[in-house]
């Protein structure tokens, strides 16, 4: 079975710091990886997704499939992204539903 | 302006209260989606529907029931409230195509005393 793992509940750096997120998978096949952010008081909403290939809000993900990793990096972090990041997987065989990690909380400290 | 809307945004009740949440959205959108979460928790997959007449039980088990009778509308129901109900509940949908980006509402909070 598909699974998404967020080793991090919890994940706290200084203001302008590098920040990377983790996130790995377990499935056999070719997935489709997602990251989506939830700010205080805001809906959950897509941040990136690793078929677009693209940095948004100075965040990029690259999937390593040798690794079945899609960590979540900022070479610079900004007080604004203060939020709960959510890894999200979508496969054939899950009939392409959302497979969701837990949840890491980030906290951009000043 | 298309959206997905969710009513009420919060809901306080007692226990054996029957209670139906509301899903709404001009998306355009195929498939619908409930999630239970609980506050800066993981989300909890527990109906889904790929279309009208319908609807399918998520990874999560739960008490609450599921109709989609038009499109753009997905109401899920508890026929008796009980404090373990109390939690957020997300209402999202996506389109059939390849995309399966899942777009969001702002949730109603439910607490059942």
């Known amino acids: 079975a598909q699974r998404v793992t967020q080793p991090e509940k919890l994940l706290s750096v200084f203001k302008g710091a590098p920040v990377e997120l983790k996130c790995n998978y377990s499935?056999?096949?070719?997935?489709?990886l997602f990251w989506y952010v939830q700010y205080s008081r805001q809906r959950l909403q897509l941040l990136l997704r690793?078929?677009?290939?693209?940095s948004i809000k100075g965040f990029t993900a690259d999937l390593n499939k040798g690794e079945t990793s899609f960590h979540l990096k900022k070479p610079f972090a900004q007080e604004e992204d203060s939020a709960m990041y959510y890894c999200?997987?979508?496969?054939?065989?899950?009939?392409?539903?959302?497979?969701w990690g837990a949840g890491t909380k980030l906290i951009i400290k000043p | 302006e298309a959206d997905i809307y969710q009513t009420p945004r919060y809901l306080v009740i007692g226990t054996g209260k029957k209670i139906t949440l509301e899903c709404s959205q001009t998306m355009g959108h195929d498939k619908m989606y409930w999630y239970q979460q609980d506050p800066g928790m993981e989300l909890h997959l527990i109906h889904y529907?790929?279309?009208?007449?319908?609807?399918e039980k998520g990874d999560l088990s739960s008490e609450s029931t599921v109709s989609r009778i038009r499109t753009e509308h997905f109401p899920l129901t508890l026929e008796s409230a009980r404090p373990s109900h109390t939690s957020q509940y997300l209402c999202?949908?996506?389109?059939?195509?390849?995309?399966?980006?899942?777009?969001f509402g702002a949730g109603t909070r439910l607490s059942v005393l």
């Open positions: 999202a949908s996506s389109d059939q195509g390849g995309r399966n980006i899942q777009y």
């Open positions: 690793h078929i677009s290939r693209e």
């Open positions: 529907s790929y279309g009208v007449n319908s609807t």
């Open positions: 999200a997987l979508s496969a054939v065989d899950s009939n392409y539903q959302l497979i």
């Open positions: 499935y056999s096949g070719s997935p489709e």
